[in-house]
């Protein structure tokens, strides 16, 4: 079974430019997640999707952040217009299960964005 | 809300030498526990998970970690080390009720021969 996927794996852009990140979750999961962890920081949860719909997007910076998960199935991050301070690695996640529970949340290899 | 501290950013350690990460946690509800493992260019894999029962929960790779709610910590242990644990090693907690994890600063294990 594929596990969650993230493209790409690495991107340079310059500050100003727009970067899309892509996330396939484990099939079957109506959880997705993305975090990131910027230099020398902790892990931070950035937004929670249940199917196609935004549960918890309390941890999202600001508005140049959009996050999508078109019928329920991958997600997109973009970043735009993308900050030297949004270098980091983004992670997606996701799990079965509604609601809350001790369900199993899997990471996938992260996508490195660097923004020079 | 939740917050993790992981009072070692790096722990340098011998092979076949124990090691103990220190996890503690703060939380005004109640909480599942986990470990969660970074092997260099590598994404994060659980480790292993506490939800309830036994305080004392192990992995299929030599670690275990113990919940003590008194002293709220969820420390990592191992009593032999192999080069292959080089790792960073994260520890987090959910609320049981939510569904987002909250990560400490994660420990870097690095394994000398």
């Known amino acids: 079974e594929a596990g969650v996927t993230q493209f790409p794996s690495h991107s340079v852009i310059e500050k100003g430019q727009t970067v899309t990140l892509r996330c396939d979750p484990i099939?079957?999961?109506?959880?997705l997640y993305w975090y990131r962890r910027v230099m020398g920081k902790e892990i931070k949860f950035l937004l929670h999707f249940v199917k196609e719909s935004k549960q918890d997007e309390s941890g999202m910076p600001n508005n140049r952040f959009l996050a999508e998960r078109t019928g329920g199935t991958y997600s997109t991050l973009k970043v735009q217009p993308a900050e030297l301070e949004d270098s980091g690695v983004y992670f997606c996640?996701?799990?079965?299960?509604?609601?809350?529970?001790?369900?199993?949340?899997?990471f996938g290899e992260g996508s490195w964005l660097t923004v020079v | 809300a939740q917050s993790v501290t992981q009072l070692d950013s790096q722990v340098p350690v011998f092979e076949e030498a124990p090691v103990e990460l220190r996890c503690n946690y703060s939380s005004s509800v109640s909480v599942y526990l986990f470990w969660y493992v970074q092997y260099p260019n590598q994404g994060l894999q659980l480790l292993l998970k506490y939800l309830s029962g036994s305080t004392l929960v192990e992995s299929i790779n030599g670690f275990e970690a113990e919940f003590n709610k008194s002293q709220t910590s969820f420390h990592l242990r191992k009593p032999s080390v192999h080069i292959s644990d080089t790792a960073e090693y994260f520890c987090a907690v959910k609320g049981a009720a939510g569904n987002k994890l909250t990560f400490g600063g994660g420990t870097r294990v690095l394994v000398k021969p």
């Open positions: 099939s079957g999961h109506d959880n």
């Open positions: 996640a996701s799990s079965q299960g509604r609601g809350a529970g001790g369900n199993t949340i899997y």
